[in-house]
């Protein structure tokens, strides 16, 4: 048997084939990642006497064109997760970093795990766009955070406390009404130079040129505000442009939000499990299509615990002699969005505390024991992970014509 070790980067990859017993059979050497050397280094390992299984690094996307074609051309292909090749054993007090050391690695776990190993299986389109959107809605979301803290930093210098005046939802055009009239209003001195009559009429016309409801009791509170509010800036050119691209750009990225938003829920509807999903209490229109993004096809996990695992939600046994540690901490070794999606979930059974849930009565009991809030945040979305595995693959079960299981990351085997 051939185990071949591949050490990916962006441009290139080292390549080290090993037999049983350090028998080396191609040093390692370098191959670009373009379509002619990747079907020349396909045809060196077919050409390989005995049994030949390529094993790399699941390192973000670099890996996926290499194990593509390979798998194209016929070839067993494994992707790995990273931590497992740097935690394997390589047998030298000595702290080598280079390509050529990581590729003969990778060869050497590939042989001491040969059984173990699992066959890469790209994943199918839906599931592959719905996963790289939810990267982009996560990335998008970070920065309409900090934007929206930027504009809130500006406002309290050009008219402090204007915020907690809207509490209107965005629209699904990325429109808020706070950012909406920050732009018109961006000083006190837009507001406080009218008299009161004068300012309700403008606002009223502004709420109907943009499409928000006029509330009379809501453009009083607003110009008392502006009446009694101490600046820190002037209603300069300076100050209007600062808070006005602000705002614009507060509205680009929420639009972009939910543009990602609107169509992560479209593909995710194309998916089988999408109805049991939707069912689940705390799993709308936005977290469930997270939830499938990061869980994938559920049945590539063979039991709960491997989606557990995948989560990075399980706690590590501490148990050594007769020290055996109760409470540990979890391992968070899997999916960071996951995780994030999984405390959000857990953060609206708090909140709404629904009488009839099991998960939220196992999470209010770790609650009345006494439990830091990380830990019964993690245990509460431990519980959710195991009936979302149950539900989703006994439904799964009952249907016909499933496409075959994707079986090119566990929670084992790979982590994102």
Known sequence: MNAAGIDVSSRKSTVAVLRPFGEVVKLPFDVSHSTEALAD?????K??????????????????????????????VSAVNPLLIREYGGNSLRRVKTDKADAMKIARYALDNWADL???????????????????????S???????????????????????????????DGTQKWVDFTYTFWHVDCVRKHSL??????????CKRHGYIFKQRNAEEVYVLAKSA????????????????AANQLTSIS???????????????????YPVVMEMYGVGESLGPQLMA??????????????????????????????????????????????????????????????????????????????PFYVYMTAGANKFLRRYYGKVRDYLATLDDLPPVDMDSTGLNRAD
């Open 41 to 45: 280094l396909a045809q060196q390992l």
């Open 47 to 76: 050409a390989l006497d005995g049994e030949t299984r390529v094993v790399m690094e699941h390192t973000g996307r670099y890996y996926e064109p290499v194990a593509n074609v390979l798998h194209e051309a016929g070839l067993y």
């Open 118 to 140: 699992r066959d890469y299986t790209p994943m199918d389109t839906i599931r592959y766009d719905l996963k790289t959107l939810n990267r982009q809605f996560q990335l998008a």
């Open 142 to 172: 970070k920065q309409k955070t900090a934007t929206a803290n930027n504009l809130i930093a500006l406002q309290e210098q050009s008219f402090p406390g204007i915020r907690k005046c809207f509490d209107s939802p965005v629209r699904k």
């Open 197 to 206: 009559n004068a300012f309700s009429e403008r606002y009223r016309k502004w």
């Open 230 to 245: 101490v600046v820190l800036v002037s209603a300069s050119e300076t100050t209007k442009l600062l808070v006005q691209e």
């Open 255 to 273: 639009r972009s939000v939910e543009t990602y938003r609107a169509e992560m829920n479209r593909l995710a509807s194309m998916l089988p499990e």
């Open 294 to 371: 990061e869980i994938g096809d559920v049945r590539r996990f063979e039991q709960k615990k491997s989606l557990v695992a995948f989560a990075g939600v399980d706690p590590m046994p501490n148990q050594s002699g007769e020290k055996n540690v109760r409470s540990n901490r979890s391992s968070k070794r899997g999916s960071p969005y996951l995780r994030k999606t999984l405390f959000n979930i857990m953060s609206i059974y708090l909140r709404c505390s629904p009488p009839e849930e099991p998960v939220y009565h196992f999470l209010d009991r770790k609650r009345a024991e006494g439990k």
